[in-house]
């Protein structure tokens, strides 16, 4: 298994290290959880979903990159196919605060970038803040997610989010998660396709400035993010977390990235550019491409 995980793992209940040890032991394993495998959890353990969420957080926390406050949240997306996503928080020495990820982001983008449609729940070991539940109320499951914690029973965001300011305020009824294809023209070496296709598939309904960027690791592997907006503006989360969350919760390290791809129009409403270069050299990579959007 991942070196990460070695220790949360230790401190999971006998019969769950048991079941769980062969899925983490595949070398495939993306930190996905199959409906076939949570079953076989469910009954090795004896445990619900709820329960079996909760006693998984410890993995998903492990997950976290968290050089400035060493404070590891983990979060599971649930999806309505029945697949579960990990996520983790992640802090970037030498950028600024605002380019950190939370759990819940991890988890949800995750989840997204790897085709879930919708969302039932989500688990986190520590209650979601303001920008996490503003995050989540750009969902197309809306006020009626439920969210899991431990030490209180499942509620939805609704209750989490009273009085809340979404999407429909703005007269936008697409929101994040529904299936929505710009169709970008593809053009380029795989990276700079991969890019396009992020773009394309990019949520940004409140400034058309779609956008997607991929990051090409030193052992070849490419991860690509798509920019998802909110209606708060603030809590929008930018392509390249988006293709970080990819890369780190697949195992890789995002201090490895040897190339990276920015593919937004350069007369968008907005531009990633110089963010991503900023949090890029943060990290190391000083290699950065950008490729224009273009339509048929
Ligand atoms: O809902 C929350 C609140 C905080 N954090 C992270 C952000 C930062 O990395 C650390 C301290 O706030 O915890 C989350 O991931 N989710
Ligand atoms: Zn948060």
Redesign the pocket.
Known sequence: MHPRFTTAFATLDNSLQQALKPVLDDPNFTAILQPETLQHLMTATGLDGDALALALLPLAASC?V?P??H?N?G?IARGVSGRWYFG????FSGATMQQ???????AITHAWLSGEEKLAAIT?N????G??RQFMNELNSGLSLTVCLPDHPPRTLADYLPAAFGPADLNIHSVLMDINDQQFVPQGDPLTQAAIRAASLSYAPYSAAYSGVALQTRDGKIYAGRYAENAAYNPSLPPLQSALILLNIRGGDCTDIQRAVLAESDDAALLQHSATQTTLAALGCQHLDSVRLTRT
Not at 88 to 91: D, L, P, V
Not at 100 to 106: F, K, L, M, P
Not at 126 to 129: A, G, Q
């Open positions: 976290a968290t400035i406050s404070f949240v979060a983790a928080n992640m802090e950190t990820v939370h759990a819940e982001q991890s986190v520590y209650t979601p803040c920008h996490c």
